[in-house]
């Protein structure tokens, strides 16, 4: 679409600004309508007569008359100072980036903004200008070109590596309304849903390739409710607080993970690999986490201390030196777990299955084995254990 400036033949001012399309006619009906004439001619600023539209360009100060000949209405200004036509060519300096254009295009779009206001007369403002002539503004010029192209066509292009808040804040500045509006349905739509719906294993699969490994990898809070990680490799994740709930984690590589706080409940982690993980005060009610290696040969040592585990199923894990102080492991099984050098001070067993496991040199001091089973132990407790 093209836009351009009318006046009535031989006069410089109560222009209209008006879209170009169709014929000529068409342009000739429109003037009729706007100027209140019956035009028949259409000159250029040089007295041309224009007789197809195709030679009509975008923001062309055109005259209309009704059948007359061109007068030229600054014949008879004289000097320099002959008043100006939007067609003024000019330059602005913003932040030290010079764009040329033209005073419509700065006028014409945006009559109520400020850039309006500075250019539509000559010095009402009194812009300053640099040694070449170029008028000073002092903003950012990034932001100001889609600003300045949006001016010359009406529409929001803004190029990639441009922040849109950016632009955003100058269109607010020089108070073009109508393009603040557009930025902020931009910028609204461009931002995530607030969607907490799980994350899927294919997002997750995405999430890590897009990482390095040597990435410190960041899932503190995320919801993976009923996810499937299985079998992937999940070293040193910070899984703080995160949602884990009923997610397939079976024979997932846990090593080093940060699971602090995290809904572990009713998940699988069956084979999993939790060498030296850290699931402090971690929710792990009625998971299963049968095979699991808790052991690290770096002695780094699983710390689930306050962790909630009842009614988890640990049989046949390895957790020798593994820290359970006060968590909760009530009707638990540990069947043939060795929980070699183990603390368990002050840990809830009540009711837990102990059957089959080696807790030698495990430390049960203020433990609660009420109704906790030690059948087929394969060392004995001895009294410094002191349990209760």
């Not at 010095?123 to 192209?149: C, H, M, T």
């Not at 986490?289 to 009614?311: H, M, V």
């Amino acid at each position: 679409m093209r836009r351009v400036t009318l006046f009535v033949n031989g006069t410089s001012s109560n222009g209209k600004v008006v879209a170009v399309y169709g014929s000529l006619d068409d342009l000739l009906s429109v003037a009729s309508s706007k100027l209140g004439i019956r035009a028949s001619s259409v000159y250029n600023g040089n007295g041309g007569l224009i007789d197809d539209i195709a030679l009509i360009r975008d923001d062309d100060v055109l005259y209309i008359s009704e059948g007359d000949s061109f007068d030229d209405a600054q014949e008879d200004l004289g000097g320099p100072e002959k008043c100006q036509t939007h067609t003024d060519w000019l330059t602005l300096n913003v932040g030290g980036r010079c764009f040329t254009t033209t005073r419509s295009t700065l006028v014409s779009n945006e009559p109520e903004s400020m850039l309006a206001h500075m250019f539509r007369d000559k010095d009402v403002w009194g812009n300053k200008q640099d040694s070449r002539g170029a008028y000073l503004i002092d903003r950012s010029p990034d932001y100001f070109e889609p600003i300045l192209n949006y001016l010359r066509h009406g529409q929001l292009i803004i190029n990639e590596g441009i922040n849109p808040l950016g632009v955003l804040e100058e269109a607010r500045f020089f108070g073009i309304e109508q393009l603040a509006e557009q930025l902020e349905t931009l910028i609204k739509s461009s931002q995530p849903p607030d969607d907490h719906s799980p994350l899927t294993r294919k997002e997750f699969i995405r999430f890590l390739l897009a990482t390095t490994t040597k990435s410190e990898l960041r899932c503190q809070g995320l919801n993976f409710n009923g996810a499937d990680l299985s079998r992937l490799d999940l070293r040193y994740i910070n899984f703080k607080m995160a949602n884990l709930r009923a997610a397939n984690l079976t024979h997932a590589n846990l090593s080093g993970a940060n699971l602090e706080r995290a809904d572990l409940s009713s998940a699988c982690l069956d084979g999993a690999n939790l060498q030296g993980v850290k699931m402090l005060c971690t929710n792990a009610e009625g998971a299963s986490l049968r095979g699991c290696n808790f052991e690290d040969p770096a002695g780094i040592k699983a710390n689930l201390e306050g962790a909630n585990l009842k009614g988890v199923d640990m049989e046949g894990s390895q957790m020798t030196g593994i820290n359970l102080r006060v968590a909760t492991l009530k009707n638990a099984k540990l069947k043939n777990c060795n929980l070699r050098g183990a603390t368990l001070a002050g840990t809830d067993l009540e009711n837990c299955d102990l059957s089959g496991c080696d807790l030698q040199e495990a430390n049960l001091r203020g433990s609660n084995v009420k109704g906790a089973i030690f059948e087929e132990m394969l060392t004995p407790l001895h009294m410094s254990q002191s349990v209760r």
